[in-house]
C-alpha cells in the first residue's frame, strides 16, 4: 500500500501547489492531530498572558462601574491616566508613520545621477500608490494597529498576496490570535507560528474554487465562534456579543517545518535527507480537515528558507516572545490613581 501511495503522490507538482490534494487522507488526518495537540499546547502556555491582558483592558475607563461598595452610589470613575498615555502614542505614532505624502521615502545608494535619482521617484511614488490607493485596509488596520500596540506591548501585521482579490494585502493581526511556542524568542526562528484565522463560508468558498484550498465539506459553525479571552472581554467593554447565526469558521493557518512523506527533501545523491522543509498548514479547525499544505520557500532558493509574511511590532522589549506595553508598566499606577480618585 506504502508502494503505490508513494507512486501516486511522486508525480511532479507545481512549487505553489496544494499538496493536501496529493497526500492520503489518513496522512493528512494524522498530520491535522498532530498541529492541533501542539496549538492547544501553545494556546495553554499562554493562558495567564491572555488572563492579565483582558483584566488590564477594564482600565482604560470605558464604562462607567456602578458600585454599592464601601457604600450605595460610590464613584466607578475610572482615571484617564492610561487611556490618554494610548491615545497619545497612536496619534503621534500614526502621524510618523501615515505621512500626507506617504509612507514610502526611498534613498539612493552611492553616487546619485539623474537617471538613479528618477527612478527613486518612480518606485516612491508607484509603492505609496500601492499602499494609499491599492491596499484599500492598510490605513485602517495601521490605526488599529497603533491603538492596540501600546496597550498589549505586541501586535503584528501580515503581508500576502490574495488570490480572491488579485493584490498584496497588509492585514493587522492582534496577538492573541497569533499563536507561538513558550519556548519561541521571535517569529524567524519559531519552530512553528499559528496564525487563528476567522472566515466566512463564501469567503472560503471562493479559495477553494480558485484551487488553493480543498473543496471538501466543512463542519456545521456551531460552537465554532470560541473567542479569546482578550477578545471577549473587549466585546463586554463595548456591550457587544457574537452572533452565533452567522456562518463563520475558524482556521488554523500554521507555518511549521514538515518532512513530508514523498515531499522530502533530497541529497546531492538524490536520497531522502531526513530534514524538514518550512509549509503552510490550513485545517478547519471544526472539522479538523486539512485545507491546504503550500511549500513556505522560494523555488529557486537552494537553501529552501522560510519566507516571513508576519511583522512583529514591539512596544517595549520583553523577556520573551511577546513586548511589554503600557498595562504592564503604568497599570498597577493607573489602579492607584483610580482608586484615589474614587
Wanted: with cysteine; charged share 25%.
Amino acid at each position: 500500500v506504502n508502494d503505490e501511495v508513494t507512486e501516486v503522490i511522486a508525480v511532479p507538482y507545481d512549487h505553489d501547489a496544494n499538496l493536501a490534494e496529493a497526500l492520503d487522507e489518513s496522512v493528512l488526518g494524522s498530520l491535522s492531530s498532530d498541529i492541533q495537540a501542539k496549538f492547544r499546547e501553545d494556546v495553554e502556555s499562554r493562558e495567564d498572558w491572555e488572563e492579565a491582558i483582558s483584566k488590564g483592558l477594564g482600565l482604560l475607563g470605558i464604562n462607567y462601574e456602578d458600585r454599592s461598595q464601601p457604600f450605595l452610589g460610590a464613584s466607578g470613575v475610572t482615571h484617564p491616566l492610561l487611556s490618554e498615555a494610548v491615545t497619545q502614542f497612536q496619534a503621534q505614532a500614526y502621524k510618523e508613520m501615515l505621512p500626507s505624502g506617504g509612507p514610502v521615502k526611498t534613498q539612493v545608494l552611492g553616487t546619485p545621477t539623474k537617471e538613479t535619482e528618477a527612478q527613486a521617484q518612480r518606485v516612491r511614488d508607484f509603492m505609496n500608490y500601492q499602499i494609499t490607493e491599492v491596499m484599500e485596509e492598510f490605513d485602517q488596520d495601521t490605526d488599529q494597529m497603533l491603538f492596540y500596540l501600546p496597550l498589549t506591548g505586541s501586535t503584528f501585521k501580515k503581508i500576502y498576496f490574495d488570490e480572491t482579490k488579485q493584490r498584496a494585502v497588509s492585514k493587522f493581526v492582534p496577538a492573541e490570535d497569533m499563536i507561538v511556542p513558550y519556548s519561541a524568542s521571535d517569529l524567524r526562528t519559531a519552530e512553528r507560528v499559528t496564525h487563528v484565522v476567522r472566515m466566512t463560508y463564501n469567503e472560503i468558498r471562493k479559495l477553494q474554487v480558485a484551487g488553493v484550498y480543498r473543496d471538501v465539506e466543512l463542519s456545521s459553525s456551531d460552537g465554532d465562534q470560541d473567542e479569546g479571552a482578550i477578545q471577549e472581554r473587549a466585546d463586554e467593554l463595548l456591550g457587544l456579543r457574537p452572533n452565533y447565526s452567522d456562518d463563520v469558521y475558524t482556521l488554523l493557518e500554521c507555518h511549521v517545518d514538515l518532512d513530508l512523506e514523498g515531499f522530502e527533501d533530497k541529497d546531492m545523491e538524490g536520497n531522502p535527507s531526513g530534514i524538514m522543509l518550512p509549509y503552510i498548514v490550513t485545517i478547519d479547525q471544526g472539522s479538523g480537515k486539512v485545507l491546504s499544505i503550500s511549500r513556505n520557500f522560494r523555488e529557486q532558493d537552494p537553501l529552501k528558507r522560510k519566507r516571513q509574511y508576519f511583522t512583529h511590532y514591539k512596544f517595549l522589549p520583553g523577556f520573551g516572545f511577546y513586548g511589554f506595553g503600557l498595562l504592564h508598566t503604568i497599570g498597577g499606577l493607573s489602579r492607584a490613581a483610580t482608586s484615589i480618585l474614587r
